[in-house]
């Protein structure tokens, strides 16, 4: 972004010795984010300067930097304002001074949110990184991991509408119940990388949407006990797929003590060793971008933002690649 004339306090903060974790962040995700093509891919959906005067939009490249830096620190559209105003690393990021420069208010930025969200641009940012990543060597390979998490939605009816989510449904899962939304996802086995994503009701199992997390080329699937049968559905046939698929708990707790029964155990540990790896994104979305509960109503809106944070996902674990190429 171009030269901006900084206030004391953010060029106090830049001359500090020490950077601070965030700096050190934002920094490399700077670095790794395909700016570029992000852009040229909202740039048309995105309004112009209006012929008749007034107040012309903010600059395209700083709300989609806001709207990152909400995806990463999970806030709210108020509680990014209030972000900006306070803290000058953000404002740096998004190249937004105070002295010049006015500061998107929450309408602005709940605005170009919805922007994303009615013309499908979520989908499409998943699917320019993950081109951004195969023109970096980063291609999906052989084999393909699935899986899904569960997202929690508010609940409570204490609202305007005085109703859940009617989007939303609750689902039991190790006897304890759940109500949100479920996340799938198909994860390279090498790399880790996701290479689709779903969304749905928690309710829904994670069987039905198998067959739209696979990208067409895999050799071998792995998944859990959940996708036991996976390989009897009819859009799983002809695709010369080998099934990978954990063994239920009780019965690989009921294995005999025999050398045949060591061995199915073995090749139990060796599919596990292999499944591990779509843990990962799911730990970088809920846990380092705070994706744990939606605050977001309908699925639509939801599908924007899990398709947005399965992108940047991707860049922050191919980060160190990434930025050795740089």
């Known amino acids: 972004m171009g030269a901006k004339q900084f206030g004391f306090g953010d060029y106090e903060q830049s001359m500090a010795k020490k950077r601070t974790r965030r700096e050190r962040f934002l920094s490399e995700m700077e670095a790794v984010v395909p700016w570029k093509a992000l852009i040229d891919l ?23 930097r806001i709207h990152l830096l909400q995806q990463w620190y999970d806030l709210s559209d108020p509680a990014m304002e209030d972000a900006l105003l306070e803290v000058a690393t953000m404002r740096r990021f ?20 919805h922007l994303l969200e009615e013309k499908d641009l979520g989908a499409q940012i998943f699917e320019a990184v993950k081109a951004h990543l195969k023109a970096n060597g980063m291609a999906m390979k052989q084999g393909t991991i699935i899986d899904a998490t569960i997202i929690a939605a508010p609940s409570s009816t204490k609202n305007e509408k005085r109703e859940r989510d009617p989007e939303m449904h609750q689902t039991c899962k190790g006897k304890q119940w759940h109500f949100g939304m479920k996340v799938h996802i198909g994860v390279d086995s090498e790399s880790g990388l996701i290479h689709s994503v779903e969304t749905t009701a928690a309710n829904v199992h994670d069987l039905t949407p198998a067959a739209d997390l696979l990208h067409g080329e895999e050799t071998v699937l792995y ?23 954990a063994m239920r708990p009780g019965k690989r707790r009921a294995l005999p003590d025999t050398p045949e029964g060591r061995v199915d155990d073995l090749i ?19 846990r380092q971008f705070g994706f744990q509960k939606t605050r977001l109503r309908g699925m639509l809106k939801n599908r924007c933002k899990v398709n947005v944070l399965a992108g940047l996902s991707n860049l922050f674990m191919a980060r160190h690649e990434l930025l050795c190429k740089t």
């Open 223 to 245: 998944a859990d006990a959940g996708y036991q049968g996976i390989e009897k559905r009819p859009d799983m046939q002809g695709r010369g797929i080998g099934f990978r698929v």
């Open 94 to 113: 998004a190249g937004i001074a105070l002295i010049t420069d006015r500061i998107p208010d929450e309408t602005t930025i709940l605005a170009f949110r």
């Open 42 to 64: 909202i740039e048309p959906h995105y309004p112009r300067t209006s012929t008749k005067g007034g107040r012309p939009p903010y600059p395209l490249e700083t709300m989609l």
């Open 268 to 286: 139990e540990t060796a599919k596990a060793h292999f499944r591990a790896k779509v843990e990962h994104p799911f730990r970088v979305i809920k």
